[in-house]
């Protein structure tokens, strides 16, 4: 979040494995939504996608996996 904020990013391109990319995916929403990532995590994990600030990721997988990168938008 540091690196985040220092650099005034508008977004997040992740480059990886399904590690990197959920790294990445949560670096953006926390810049966004602010607070522990604990209020995301189940069973209130609905509150990501009520959330009224999203941020661009840019996911960019590295292997043939299971699907990471994609989730609704």
Known sequence: ?????????????ALGGGSGLDAGKTVALLAA???PLWRFAWPNHGAAQDAPARLPVIALPTNAG??????PS
């Open 1 to 13: 979040m540091t690196a985040f904020r220092a650099h005034a990013a508008d977004g997040v391109i």
């Open 33 to 35: 939504c602010g607070g």
């Open 66 to 71: 299971t699907g990471a990168e994609v989730e």
